[in-house]
């Protein structure tokens, strides 16, 4: 984390993959809700290597404002990865992100950051009418949220919401790797803090396109394989090895529950059996990637920290007050 100046009430961080067309009313609806909050403040834009006119959008509201800071990124690195370079540029001691899609809305703000000042540690949104499809957004993601808030212990109704406030410390101790904005919540748990859920409203996107959904063409050949491993899946190994395994696991558990029927039911003699061995041989291969995904998991961390390596790469930084 970069040291900057003490004493900087507010900042927003805001990241940006093509969002020309969203940047200047979301920066003139920020600007007039930060506005009335009598605090210091500044605005942390992340251009996630945009491809479109957003860099110029930006520039341009960068000129009129002195509160305004610009990290432009080398390429798309992320949501995730362009939170954490917003984060490591921060000042105040209140850290508000919010996605740069009109989807959450500015005049939610001050919420936030009354429920920070009533002594949170972290505040999350609740989007609670949210206006996308059921079955492609809504529905995976309260399955999503409710196994999230049952494995981490985190009572909230919903980790994905863009919109969070947090106190200066937690974004300090916040290692961010793969996508894993979407658990901030539950990555905190262990730091001990304390969370707070606000009702949030959630728009539709009016323009530009989400950026989640598509999915990725498999690699056949093992450099290739290799490749994509190191420059998609370093910073999140079980997301390729977790459902390798998983296919294993599920082919062994499926021949064993046949067997098991072969034996019950018709008395058979399973010694001899090849699928017998298929079947041990396949939950041996699950439980193996599976672990060698989370050892991996492990080993990333120690890499990234020990070498003190970033998961982004800045290619320019506009800033009024340089620290
Ligand atoms: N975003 C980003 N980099 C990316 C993808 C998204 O900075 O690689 C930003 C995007 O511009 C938006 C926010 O993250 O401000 C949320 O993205 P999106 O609206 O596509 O996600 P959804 O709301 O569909 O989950
Ligand atoms: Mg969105």
Not at 24 to 44: A, F, P, T
Not at 136 to 150: E, G, I, Y
Request: include cysteine; charged fraction near 25%.
């Amino acid at each position: 984390m970069l040291e900057g100046k003490k004493g900087l009430g507010l900042s927003i961080v805001v990241p940006f993959f093509n969002e020309e067309k969203n940047l200047e009313e979301l920066y003139g609806r920020l600007s007039s809700v930060l506005g009335g909050l009598n605090k210091d403040y500044e605005i942390i834009f992340v251009n996630d290597g945009s491809t479109d006119n957003t860099q110029v959008v930006l520039q341009d509201i960068f000129k009129k404002d002195e509160r305004v800071k610009v990290i432009e990124l080398r390429t798309n690195f992320g949501k995730t990865a362009a939170m954490a370079a917003g984060f490591d540029y921060t000042r105040g001691e209140i850290v508000v992100s919010m996605d740069g899609d009109l989807q959450d809305c500015p005049e939610d703000i001050p919420r936030f950051i009354e429920k920070i000042e009533e002594g949170y540690d972290l505040v999350s949104g609740w989007r609670m009418d949210r206006k996308e499809p059921f079955i492609t957004r809504r529905l995976p993601s309260r399955v999503a949220n409710w196994f999230l808030a049952t494995l981490s212990g985190v009572n909230i109704h919903d980790f994905g919401s863009g919109l969070k406030a947090y106190r200066r410390e937690i974004v300090r101790n916040l290692s961010l790797y793969g996508d894993h904005h979407r658990f901030i919540p539950a990555l905190i748990r262990n730091m001990g803090v304390t969370v707070a859920e606000v009702q949030v409203k959630n728009e539709p996107r009016r323009h530009g396109q989400s950026k989640y959904g598509l999915s990725r063409i498999p690699k056949v050949f093992f450099d290739m394989i290799t490749i994509k491993f190191l420059l998609s899946y370093s910073t999140r190994p079980l997301h390729i090895l977790g459902p390798i395994g998983s296919f294993f696991g599920l082919c062994g558990l499926f021949l064993g529950a046949r067997l098991a029927y072969l034996k019950i039911v018709y008395g058979e003699q399973l010694g001899t059996k090849v699928s017998l061995s298929i079947c041990v041989l396949c939950i041996f291969l699950a439980v193996q990637i599976i672990t060698s995904g989370l050892l991996a998991e492990l080993l990333i961390r120690i890499y990234y920290e020990s070498l003190g390596k970033k998961t982004y790469a800045v290619k320019h930084i506009l800033d009024h007050r340089p620290s």
